[in-house]
């Protein structure tokens, strides 16, 4: 698809500079709330001046409870080298948004007593010092010695990491041991250094996920299909396949899929190498078939650990421990499949 493609293009060029909208972080992070109570939440892939990330958990800091918020940015992003200020109004000195910096939040009150706490607020704190606006020694990288160091204080991640660095990422929240809830790509799930994160359930996606539109700097090519310029002259490029991966816990996670379907081995026919049966959608898995199952890689934003096991994945093409065989049905090369099967199956078996 051509939201796939600019994901390639993203990847290949090493342009990962894609801002996520407001509406995106607020749609996924209310389902989340319970996990922020007196936790030092770190955004470390996030210009404080442009990153909706950092807007969202300033204006929600007292209402999540939050600690403590660091956000950080990087010597080699566009925002860090064009952009004023995160406020509209009035904006800071110009030096500051020249190198990297970073940017902690420890209290957030309603300072000019108009009613609400919002982001006017944060800047009076900035520019009074009870938070501190101060300036990176490093290139403020995520894998630099000073980051990390930023990174062990921290108890949640939440950003947008960079796509074409995604495996790097997501190794060094392994590595250290930290809960988050960060933005990838569903193709994610069969990296041979991710997926056995989620077969060891360790790690699972999120909430939501689809096709989402994201700011973009000017710099960036213009495209035929998925991108568009808005009134304000702001390119943007619609991702596909966009979800979240997470190891903190929801309660959509345990509700049963509704399953309907009824197993016929003239629907439902074996792979050619491996046992088990080919489910082309997700919707039409049957609820009285208690062997393995192969299904599209899209069933991981529906997968309840209650209700299956994940088996493996055939034809992932990354070399890992838990692909199979190759996802073929009668000489027919298919795309990759999770192997899952019933736990109700399995405890019968």
């Not at 807007?55 to 403590?68: C, V």
């Not at 088990?276 to 997700?282: G, N, Q, R």
């Amino acid at each position: 698809m051509a939201g796939n493609k600019n994901l390639n293009d993203s990847a290949r060029n090493k342009q990962d500079e894609f801002y996520t909208q407001l509406s995106l972080i607020e749609n996924e992070l209310r389902h989340y709330k319970a996990h922020f109570t007196g936790k030092v939440v770190l955004c470390n892939c996030d210009d404080p001046y442009e990153s909706n990330f950092f807007k969202y958990f300033a204006i929600n800091f007292n209402f999540l409870g939050i600690k403590k918020l660091i956000a950080t940015c990087y010597m080699g992003s566009p925002i860090a080298s064009t952009q004023l200020t995160l406020f509209d109004d009035e904006p800071i000195d110009d030096k500051t948004t020249k190198t990297p910096h970073k940017i902690v939040i420890s209290e957030v009150d309603d300072y000019n007593l108009d009613g609400r706490v919002d982001l006017l607020d944060v800047e009076y704190l900035l520019r009074n010092e009870k938070n501190t606006l101060t300036r990176l020694q490093g290139d403020g990288d995520f894998r630099s010695k000073e980051c990390i160091e930023l990174l062990k204080q921290a108890d949640i991640v939440v950003t947008n990491p960079p796509f074409s660095l995604f495996r790097d990422y997501m190794a060094q929240l392994t590595e250290y041991n930290k809960n988050f809830l960060i933005i990838g790509n569903l193709n994610a799930v069969k990296y041979k250094e991710i997926l056995p994160l989620f077969m060891t359930d360790k790690v699972w996606l999120g909430n939501n996920s689809g096709h989402y539109w994201f700011k973009v700097p000017d710099t960036y090519e213009e495209k035929s299909t998925d991108f568009k310029i808005d009134e304000t002259g702001q390119k943007w490029r619609r991702m596909g396949n966009i979800c979240w991966f997470t190891n903190l816990d929801f309660e959509k996670r345990h509700e049963d899929m509704t399953l309907f379907r009824t197993y016929s081995p003239e629907i439902y026919p074996k792979y050619d190498d491996y046992e088990a049966i080919e489910v082309s959608k997700t919707a039409d898995i049957p609820c009285d078939y208690d062997g393995v199952i192969g299904v599209p890689i899209t069933f991981m934003t529906r997968h309840n650990p209650e209700q299956f096991s994940l088996i493996g994945v055939l034809n992932s093409g990354s070399g890992n421990e838990y692909d199979y065989a190759k996802a073929a049905v009668n000489g027919k090369q298919l795309y990759a499949r999770i192997l899952i099967r019933r736990k109700q199956g399995e405890d019968e078996n």
